[in-house]
Nanobody, 124 residues
């Protein structure tokens, strides 16, 4: 069993940077994928970024490419999301998630483990 705990969310202004972290308790295997999803007000949960645990290969949704960077520290069982040039539309609850599917998937249903979420609010 793996438990995930996010931190780092807060209110920032348009154009600011913010770094989210997610610590995993339990074993993460080399073929696992760690991801960040977000859910804005009145919106469905959407994929933001993912990383393969062994290769550290990354994937991003188009709206964050060039602004966000996902990384992992295998020794610390931690995945981070560096968010730069934040925009109003980045507002939402950000969730860390773990998939043991051994392939990349952008659908929330493929992720069996979730954190409680951390709120990011971008204001003008």
């Amino acid at each position: 069993q793996v438990q995930l705990a996010e931190s780092g969310g807060r209110m920032v202004q348009d154009g600011d940077s913010l770094r989210l972290s997610c610590v995993a308790s339990g074993t993460i295997y080399s073929n696992d994928f760690m991801a960040w999803f977000r859910q804005g007000p009145g919106k469905e949960r959407e994929f933001v970024a993912a990383i393969n645990w062994r290769l550290a290969k990354t994937w991003y949704t188009d709206s964050v490419k060039g602004r966000f960077r996902i990384s992992r520290d295998a020794a610390a069982n931690t995945v981070s999301l560096q968010m730069n040039n934040l925009k109003l539309e980045d507002t939402g609850v950000y969730y860390c998630a773990l998939s043991k599917a051994a392939y990349i998937d952008y659908r929330p249903g493929s992720y069996g483990y979730w954190g409680q979420g951390t709120q990011v609010t971008v204001s003008s």
